[in-house]
């Protein structure tokens, strides 16, 4: 199989395994035990001297079947998965990380996140927040208690792109642990282990599952990161390969003692939704690309912050890391399927937003459905005004989760709702 394409490999994975009375799908397993005839089984189990299942909480055959797949997605040794994206993360923060430990983190990530930072903060780890759009931001941020630098890779809502290939060149010098959430891009765009990364994190609920009706995460160790000078492994799990160190930790503390457990049903819907990853990505990153530039000429827009344009900050990095092969050894850029936007002075987003007939005004990414929401009113709003704008976070600012639909039906929309605004600045005759 491994010769074969991402998405041949992730629609016959199944097969590779048993699959009962010749079933297509990996079946759901709703069971909450599992029993063995023998005893030496069960004990062997509990001591990972024998693969098998347990209890539920620590994984079933469904949930270990799409840790297959993603794990065949990121190119990685080992993939857990967890209920939602955030669990995966707490499950990570909580697990590698001790009080009197410093974090390096981006300061343009997503909004939980950077809540579940303070959580941290509280609990004695030291977090350090830079604009990891620049290397050099985190190089000088590192401490001797340095033990995790955590970046997005677009970040949203701004889209600003990591220097990714230059921090992980700087994790690697100084043996910290590198972790990258590549929910944005998918690992049908960056894999970011071609720059080291020694963990990656992915919100299975965004465009790995993609129809917005399963949530999950996973956490993948790509093998990059020598966990045998990592002090946050506990004595009982250094035993044996020092390359298992990590994900060991991770389902055991992380999955086992936080409780944070796919559903067999999410992790089957959240499967099916990865066989078609490739297919969705490319219409939805498409469809971005095509509104982002025709909304980048609209009088009724400010700004438009897409890394596809040429305008955008760090549009030659963002070619030079997201693409996908399009065979005979070459190479495409993609820019994703996420942007935003500021409306031209005087025109209110909320109008704007309420003219729109079938953009979705919701919450969420990452949806088949293109889904637009005004950000700093919702998902930014706790935050307040000094850290929305440090994180660079505009009052006017319009996220959009570019979907799969007809391109020219889009394009049509977004102006339709311009229209609508710039009809009502316009003074009456
Ligand atoms: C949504 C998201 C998460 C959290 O994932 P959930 O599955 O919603 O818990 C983490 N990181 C990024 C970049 C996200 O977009």
Known sequence: ?????????????????????????????????YRYDDVNDLVGVFQNTRAGYSYARQGTPTTAALEAKVNLLEGGRGTVSFATGMGALAALFTTLLRAGDHLVSSQYIFGN???????????????????????????????????????ETIANPGTQIADLAGIGEL???????????????????????????GLVMNSLTKYICGHGNALGGAITDTGCFDWSNYPGISEVYRKGDPANWGLMQLRKKGLRDMGATLSSESAHRIAVGAETLALRMERACHNALTLARRLAEHPGVARVHYAGLATHPQHARATEYFGVGVGEGRREPRYGALLSVELAEGLDCLAFLNALDIVVLSTHLGDSRTLALPAAHTIYHEMGPVKRAQMGIPDSLVRVSVGIEDTADLVADFERGLAAVMDVRRPAA
């Open 171 to 197: 994790c690697r010098e100084r043996g910290l642990l590198y972790v990258v959430d590549n929910t944005i891009s998918t690992p049908y765009l960056y894999r970011p282990a071609v720059h080291g990364a």
């Open 113 to 151: 996140t950077n809540s579940l930072l303070g959580t941290l903060q509280a609990l004695g780890v030291e977090v350090s927040m830079v604009d990891a759009t620049d290397a050099q931001a985190v190089a000088q941020a590192i401490r001797p208690n340095t033990r995790m630098v955590f970046v």
């Open 1 to 33: 199989m491994m010769s074969y394409g991402l998405t041949t490999r992730v629609l016959h994975a199944d097969r590779q395994g048993d699959i009962e009375h010749g079933a297509v799908h990996k079946p759901m397993h709703p069971s909450a035990a």
